[in-house]
């Protein structure tokens, strides 16, 4: 579990040992084909999650925005709110995940402050992509 956090860039730079130390507060999740993983506008659980095997599927406002498969990850939002799901995740295929809580990774962002910066320049990224996106897809005015 520790290599494939470190494949995730919020967790890159963090040290073999505290990536150990991390793996340890991950618990596998699993979801049947077809099953969300959680449902935009709900509070379905406030954890990250990183696939370990299968198939998902984003999609906000009904529409798929984007596919995901082994080593890729969503949630980082709820690492930092409780808010309600901003998408939804459907397992396309069996999904097998690795989730951390909230308060799992609070308590350990507490002991390793440099990973809240990683998560701050993250989220930050997911935004500009995002408003990127939408100016691309708006009609243009004069």
Excluded at 5 to 16: C, E, G, H, I, R
Excluded at 17 to 37: C, D, T
Excluded at 80 to 109: N, P
Excluded at 131 to 138: F, G, P, V
Aim: charged share 25%; hydrophobic share 40%; glycine share 6%.
């Amino acid at each position: 579990m520790s290599a494939e956090l470190q494949q995730v860039p919020l967790f890159s730079s963090l040290s073999q040992r505290q990536l150990k130390r991390l793996s340890r507060l991950f618990k596998e999740h699993r979801v049947k084909a077809g099953r969300p993983v959680v449902k935009q506008g709900e509070m379905s659980g406030i954890r990250f999650f990183v696939i370990s095997e299968g198939e998902a599927s984003i999609s906000v406002d009904g529409r798929e925005v984007r596919r995901l498969g082994p080593g890729d990850h969503f949630g980082e939002f709820a690492l930092i709110s409780r808010e309600v799901r901003a998408a939804t995740v459907t397992a396309e295929t069996d999904l097998t995940c690795q989730a951390i809580a909230f308060y799992d990774f609070r308590s350990f962002a507490n002991d390793n402050p440099e990973i809240l910066w990683k998560l701050l320049e993250h989220v930050v990224g997911l935004h500009t992509d995002e408003r990127d996106r939408s100016a691309a897809s708006s009609p243009q005015t004069s």
